[in-house]
């Protein structure tokens, strides 16, 4: 196997630097890469500038814990575990953190024309809504709009000059310094391999300067080779790979385990507070490797959360009704 691009866990966060701009993988309550997230706790990273398409569990660690200053995304929450993200609205409240808010496509496009290399993208979506009201531009109104880290406007609005199809909305790339995803398989030469959704993981591993992919298991490169068509993102666009089984936890990792609803429910309504935060933080974060936050969760929650590999979710609850 080659060990050019392998790390570990703690390398892989000693990576993100004090004031880093950072994005991951996945989607609310699926593949966010959390392991590698309380790592950056525990090495008590400051400063991080957090752009994402939305917001999840991963956003609520790291805001809760103090290592966030912006936040740029459209929604936060853990989904019917907890319907809002109940750390950063009260980060928010105490002037703690500055949220940027975008819709949901915009997100989207942001990062589409950073993985382009496009300074910009151009698109019509939200045009009539509050959210271009120029008084919501707090990146400006806190006077960090510097044209460099920050892009100089938030939005920029034109006429169609090719088709005369009326007013555009041009929104900045969503340039970042590292991206962080969370996958089922990643060759050993970095080729990664996502079942089921992959959400916006291409376009966030190719906005990066660094991008560092944390898998459940890493697998020959001649494995994926033999059904190339079923890949997502090349070898090439990948930096740093790491295996770690459960990395996920507690979102999910399709065909492999479930979302851990019992976790996330106790984290939402035990972190409302900063003494909340600060106590489960101390129970689940601090003190403990991946190994032991493992052991301490139980073989026996762990092997309930595992999915049937006929139906890639686990038939063992029932799911959904009252």
């Known amino acids: 196997m080659s060990s050019e691009k392998k790390i570990t866990l703690q390398e892989a966060a000693e990576i993100v630097r004090n004031g880093s701009r950072i994005t991951f993988s996945g989607f609310t309550i699926w593949r966010r890469p959390m392991a590698i997230l309380y790592e950056l706790i525990r090495q008590k990273k400051r400063n991080l500038h957090l752009i994402e398409v939305n917001g999840g569990p991963e956003t609520e660690f790291l805001v809760g814990a103090g290592c966030v200053d912006v936040w740029e995304s459209c929604w936060v929450g853990h989904e019917l575990y907890g319907k809002y993200g109940a750390n950063v609205s009260r ?24 993985a382009s290399g496009a300074p910009y993208a151009v698109t019509q979506t939200s045009l009539g809504t509050d959210i271009h009201n120029p008084a919501y531009d707090m990146l400006g109104r806190a006077g960090k709009r510097d044209g460099k880290r920050i892009a100089k406007h938030k939005y920029v609005f034109d006429d169609d000059p090719f088709f005369g199809d009326g007013r555009q909305v041009l929104v900045p790339a969503a340039k970042v310094d590292v991206a962080i995803l969370c996958v089922q398989q990643v060759g050993e030469e970095g080729t990664v391999r996502v079942r089921g959704q992959y959400y916006s993981d291409p376009e966030v591993a190719r906005a990066a300067d660094v991008t560092i992919v944390m898998a459940e298991e890493i697998v020959p490169e001649s494995y994926l080779r033999r059904d190339a068509d079923q890949n997502t993102i090349a070898s090439f666009e990948v930096d740093h790979i790491l295996e770690c089984p459960y990395g996920a936890h507690p979102t999910g990792m399709f065909g492999w385990y479930d979302v851990d609803g019992p976790f996330l429910k106790a984290f939402y309504n035990g972190t409302r507070t900063q003494e909340g935060f600060d106590a489960f933080a101390k129970e689940w974060i601090h003190g403990l490797d991946h190994l032991a936050y493992l052991e301490k969760l139980g073989w026996p929650r762990m092997l309930n959360l595992k999915a049937n590999s006929a139906l890639n979710y686990r038939p063992r609850e029932h799911k959904g009704g009252k």
């Open 91 to 114: 980060k928010v409240g105490t002037k703690e953190l500055l949220v940027e808010d975008y819709s949901h496509a915009e997100m989207l496009y942001r990062f589409t024309a950073a």
